[in-house]
């Protein structure tokens, strides 16, 4: 049995025909003229004419809901929440490590590319390294420089010289090697540059600053001592050649053996310059620390 046609307000579409006059409503276009004519007699179907008998009137409220005049703003929309007030400025310091400067970027340039190289030329590091035979060879130069057994054969020769020049050149020798000593101890201290990834702690006589990396206290004592003896000792051209190979060899294979950057033996280098002449400046001699050569006078 089919359902009966309905109004759009839910109502069946004969139930006023006896109190409108055939069934039409002021405003439709059934009223009118030709309001008593079924033929010419305009209908229309409501948008509920397919919903079923037993369907709530609800329902067409919901499909009207989703049409698009809804959706363009012909109902009521829920009022636009509060706009949120803009975040706050972020600091000074915020922005200056957002916006790193120039020199921040070159140094972490140089950074990694120390980092590189370091890596590359650490042949020795190992046994089982590219250059892994070499390494005895390698940890006999790390023994020549190491600062023990220049500060032990500096105090035997003192203590056996018997001429005056000797002495003060020997003394001055001491003391630049206990400069040297105290002034690496303090910069390893105070920078705290651990050593590579791939050194192997089987160094020779270490003290507690000796894990750390920078400056290269070998490097820093092969520039000293060099310096030193090229300018109080009289040698042939090839020993003075020699002196000089022996520390840049000495300098290299502390980056071989996987003890140090590249930047920590570089610097070692300028530090240990520096160092000969604060020597040179206060050179010790009879003159201005007599208490110390009187220690020979009774011999």
């Given at each position: 049995?089919?359902?009966?046609?309905?109004?759009?307000?839910g109502?069946?579409?004969?139930?006023?025909?006896?109190?409108?006059?055939?069934?039409?409503?002021?405003g439709?276009?059934?009223?009118?003229?030709?309001?008593?004519?079924?033929?010419?007699?305009?209908?229309?179907?409501?948008?509920?004419?397919?919903?079923?008998?037993g369907?709530?009137p609800?329902?067409?409220?919901?499909?009207?809901?989703e049409?698009?005049?809804?959706?363009?703003?012909?109902?009521?929309?829920?009022?636009?929440?509060?706009?949120?007030?803009p975040?706050?400025?972020?600091?000074?310091?915020?922005c200056?490590?957002?916006?790193?400067?120039?020199?921040?970027?070159?140094?972490?340039?140089l950074l990694?590319?120390d980092?590189?190289?370091s890596?590359?030329?650490?042949?020795?590091?190992?046994?089982?390294?590219?250059w892994?035979s070499?390494?005895?060879l390698?940890?006999?130069?790390?023994?020549?420089?190491?600062?023990?057994?220049?500060?032990?054969?500096?105090?035997?020769?003192?203590?056996?010289?018997?001429?005056?020049?000797?002495?003060?050149v020997?003394?001055?020798l001491?003391f630049?090697?206990?400069l040297?000593l105290?002034?690496?101890?303090?910069?390893?201290?105070?920078?705290?540059?651990?050593?590579?990834?791939?050194?192997?702690?089987?160094?020779?006589?270490?003290?507690?600053?000796?894990k750390?990396?920078f400056?290269s206290?070998?490097?820093?004592?092969?520039?000293?001592?060099s310096r030193?003896?090229l300018?109080h000792?009289?040698?042939?051209?090839?020993?003075?050649v020699?002196?000089?190979?022996?520390?840049?060899?000495?300098?290299?294979?502390?980056?071989?053996?996987?003890?140090h950057?590249?930047t920590?033996?570089?610097?070692?280098?300028?530090?240990?310059?520096?160092?000969?002449?604060i020597?040179d400046?206060?050179?010790?001699?009879?003159?201005?620390?007599?208490?110390?050569?009187?220690?020979?006078?009774?011999k």
């Amino acid at each position: 049995m089919s359902s009966p046609r309905r109004s759009v307000d839910g109502r069946p579409a004969g139930s006023g025909a006896g109190a409108g006059g055939g069934g039409s409503h002021p405003g439709s276009p059934a009223h009118g003229s030709h309001g008593g004519s079924g033929g010419s007699k305009f209908e229309f179907q409501s948008l509920l004419s397919n919903r079923s008998p037993g369907a709530e009137p609800s329902s067409a409220w919901l499909r009207a809901s989703e049409s698009p005049l809804h959706r363009r703003g012909s109902f009521p929309l829920a009022p636009a929440a509060a706009p949120q007030p803009p975040p706050p400025p972020l600091p000074e310091e915020d922005c200056m490590k957002l916006n790193p400067s120039f020199l921040g970027i070159a140094l972490r340039s140089l950074l990694a590319i120390d980092l590189w190289m370091s890596k590359r030329l650490g042949v020795c590091a190992g046994e089982k390294s590219s250059w892994g035979s070499a390494r005895p060879l390698m940890k006999l130069l790390e023994i020549s420089g190491h600062g023990v057994p220049w500060l032990a054969g500096t105090a035997y020769c003192l203590y056996r010289s018997d001429s005056w020049a000797g002495r003060e050149v020997l003394v001055n020798l001491l003391f630049a090697l206990l400069l040297d000593l105290v002034l690496v101890a303090l910069l390893k201290g105070l920078v705290r540059r651990r050593r590579p990834s791939h050194n192997q702690m089987d160094m020779f006589f270490t003290f507690s600053v000796d894990k750390y990396s920078f400056p290269s206290g070998h490097a820093t004592r092969a520039a000293l001592v060099s310096r030193f003896i090229l300018h109080h000792l009289v040698l042939a051209i090839p020993l003075r050649v020699l002196i000089v190979l022996w520390a840049f060899i000495l300098g290299l294979s502390r980056v071989m053996l996987g003890r140090h950057n590249v930047t920590d033996v570089a610097f070692g280098f300028f530090f240990g310059y520096i160092q000969y002449s604060i020597v040179d400046y206060f050179w010790l001699s009879p003159f201005n620390i007599p208490a110390v050569f009187a220690l020979w006078s009774h011999k």
